[in-house]
């Protein structure tokens, strides 16, 4: 049962462009969401959060949405450069604050 | 750099040997989270301790796993009579708790011969 899906494995962008990264929950009780940045051989890294009483969080050159209503969020980054090049992980939390992951998207931003 | 690290960075063992792997968040972490990923998943919950009470378990954690945070500090997370499917990497996270994020660790990648 998968509470968190990223139905996209892979995304490639061209640099400078907008990469959209989506995410779609199924556990109403989620009331936190958060996007890490994963690279080979290291662990993932803290990107950004939202919290369910926001539709929107901006850091930067990432922006996170949320669409309760859909059960989704996504993760804008504008404009894209080469070092975007990682896999995205969306995950969310209830009370237990323990983390349930998506499966990931690979970004590759081209040159 | 999280400042959690995790020791050792791989672990190559014969199955039915018992593996032990430590993790040290930073002193504001009072919350310390384990999490096992394999290849082409995102990382699945294990266990959470609040300082040094392990307040929940998932059923992923069987009775031949076990983790301890003595005094608050590090964590050791030990697994018993290995089996393949332990084959993983497992991921420690410190949160300061609340709605701060977790921040994980660089993992310990566990291999089963």
């Known amino acids: 049962d998968q509470q968190v899906k990223q139905n996209s494995p892979s995304l490639s962008v061209q640099e400078g462009r907008i990469s959209i990264l989506n995410c779609d929950y199924t556990n109403s009780m989620f009331d936190y969401f958060l996007w890490y940045k994963k690279y080979p051989a290291e662990g993932p890294t803290f990107l950004i959060s939202?919290?369910?009483?926001?539709d929107k969080n901006e850091d930067g050159r990432f922006t996170v949405f949320l669409n309760k209503s859909a059960k989704h969020l996504s993760l804008h980054i504008v404009p894209s450069q080469p070092g975007d090049s990682a896999v995205y992980f969306c995950?969310?939390?209830?009370?237990?604050?323990?983390?349930?992951f998506g499966s990931g998207t690979q970004l590759t931003v081209l040159p | 750099d999280t400042g959690v690290s995790q020791d050792p960075r791989h672990k190559i063992t014969k199955r039915g040997q018992n593996v032990t792997f430590r993790c040290d968040p930073i002193s504001e972490h009072n919350r310390l989270y384990w999490y096992r990923q394999t290849l082409g998943q995102g990382p699945e919950f294990l266990t959470y301790?609040?300082?040094?009470?392990?307040?929940?378990k998932s059923r992923l954690l069987s009775d031949r796993f076990s983790a301890e945070r003595p005094k608050g500090s590090f964590s050791t997370l030990e697994i018993q009579r290995t089996e393949q499917g332990d084959s993983a990497m497992y991921l420690c996270a410190g949160s300061r708790g609340g709605n701060q994020p977790q921040h994980f660790g660089d993992g310990t990648r566990l291999s089963i011969l």
């Open positions: 301790f609040q300082n040094e009470a392990q307040l929940e």
């Open positions: 939202i919290s369910s009483i926001k």
């Open positions: 995950a969310a939390t209830g009370s237990a604050r323990q983390l349930t």
